[in-house]
């Protein structure tokens, strides 16, 4: 037999006094009297008291009430004491009847015992995989092996005979890797322990081939696969770009894909490599692999959050990384983006909008609807044209400039 300890709370332990004050406080508003503010508030600091009071002197406790109004209340009580005491028996008689009522009738509805509820097999995934992702992984010195992950892209193509090139000059090099579709990146590391967990560490390589870097700036794939790896939490970022033939015929002109990558080693920090063709690409990555089972096999390696992952130092003993499926998820492209993150990809598109312009744009209006709020506001076409030209970015802190400006404007103006 269950015992449970019950609760009296009256809903209105003082209804004798709140319909005294309600009656004054009618005659103080019918005469224009200053006292109906007081009197009000007086009111509702009693209607919000749990308990009984036995007397206008120990209403004195309470909000509002001065010592004429408890002198009314001690009163008012002496000219119907009898009746007073009647009235409040009575509304406790009430309240302690209905309490009773409702604790049986709850009593009758509960059923005597719950039975486990049964979970689907999606439900059980979803609960596994939640348990699977805030688990903490640690990885001692000796319990790990390192090894690369290449993106299945890199492993599969139309041409037959460069089918599996790839795999060809890896297992050639004796680098031990694996296929697998990565979300971001084309080349990336990962540490995995006797359990099969996965941490990535902090490097990932983007491989390009001077046609395909052409092809991807032409496109705006290059802004926006440069802004997929900043997000995506990984520190060290490699452009590795190999030779097209003698790069006569790439598209673009030597100079500006020169200038492209440029850019990307001094407003984006990437780390540029470059190299002759594609074996010479893979026996770089050959290079890295082993410099990466050197630096960390001695380390110990933590699983944490994007948000808490910190730059990682040569003489560091621990290191947090992120956990492989995190990465995965995280960086899919069909993840749900912010309307931020939509913004910035929709700017990559314009001509001449790179990575840290369109960035800039978004600080100062994180979505469009503020933009062309802000268009709106301005006094003239010619205000509004050139609102954006003084927004400053990058590291030199240079402005937008006048034509950028204008051509964001006449984008969002433009009837299509």
């Not at 004195?60 to 009580?77: H, K, P, V, W, Y």
């Not at 409040?88 to 059923?111: A, C, F, G, R």
């Not at 032409?218 to 790069?247: A, C, M, P, T, V």
């Amino acid at each position: 037999m269950s015992l449970r300890r019950l609760e009296i709370r009256l809903q209105h332990p003082n209804a004798i006094f709140e319909s005294w004050l309600l009656r004054w406080l009618t005659e103080a508003e019918a005469k224009g009297s200053k006292s109906q503010y007081k009197l009000r508030e007086a009111l509702e600091a009693l209607k919000m008291y749990p308990l009984p009071l036995a007397s206008g002197k120990e209403c004195a406790i309470l909000r509002d009430f001065g010592s004429t109004l408890c002198n009314l209340i001690d009163e008012e009580m002496q000219k119907g004491k009898a009746e007073t005491i009647a009235l409040n028996s009575s509304l406790y008689d009430q309240d302690l009847q209905k309490l009773v009522e409702n604790v049986k009738i709850k009593k009758k509805t509960v059923p005597p015992k719950e039975k486990p509820i049964k979970l689907t097999k999606p439900q059980q995934k979803e609960i596994a995989e939640e348990e699977e992702r805030i688990k903490q992984v640690t990885m001692s010195p000796g319990t790990f092996r390192i090894l690369l992950l290449v993106d299945v892209q890199e492993t599969s193509g139309k041409n037959k005979n460069t089918l599996d090139q790839t795999r060809g000059y890896l297992e050639s090099l004796s680098v031990e890797y694996e296929v697998r579709r990565l979300t971001v990146g084309d080349f990336l590391w990962i540490a995995r322990d006797r359990d099969g967990n996965e941490l990535v560490l902090p490097h990932i390589v983007e491989r390009k081939r001077m046609d395909d870097l052409a092809s991807s700036i032409r496109d705006g794939r290059f802004h926006e696969q440069k802004h997929r790896l900043k997000q995506s939490g990984i520190q060290h970022i490699i452009y590795l770009i190999e030779d097209y033939g003698d790069n006569e015929h790439v598209g673009l002109p030597l100079d500006s894909l020169k200038q492209a990558l440029s850019n990307t080693l001094i407003h984006n920090n990437f780390a540029i490599e470059h190299t002759e063709n594609h074996r010479r690409s893979m026996m770089y990555l050959q290079g890295l692999t082993q410099m990466f089972i050197r630096l960390y096999k001695d380390k110990v390696l933590l699983s944490c959050d994007k948000e808490d992952i910190q730059t990682s130092q040569p003489n560091q003993r621990m290191l947090g990384l992120l956990k492989f499926k995190a990465l995965y998820e995280d960086s899919a492209r069909n993840a749900q983006l912010t309307i931020r993150e939509v913004f910035v990809q929709q700017l990559l598109q314009l001509h001449s909008l790179s990575l840290e312009k369109s960035l800039a744009i978004v600080t100062a209006f994180p979505t469009p609807r503020c933009l062309m709020d802000a268009f709106d506001n301005c006094e003239s076409v010619n205000e509004a044209r050139n609102l954006l030209t003084d927004i400053r970015c990058g590291q030199l802190e240079r402005p937008i400039g006048e034509k950028i400006s204008q051509t964001i404007y006449d984008f969002y103006h433009n009837d299509f």
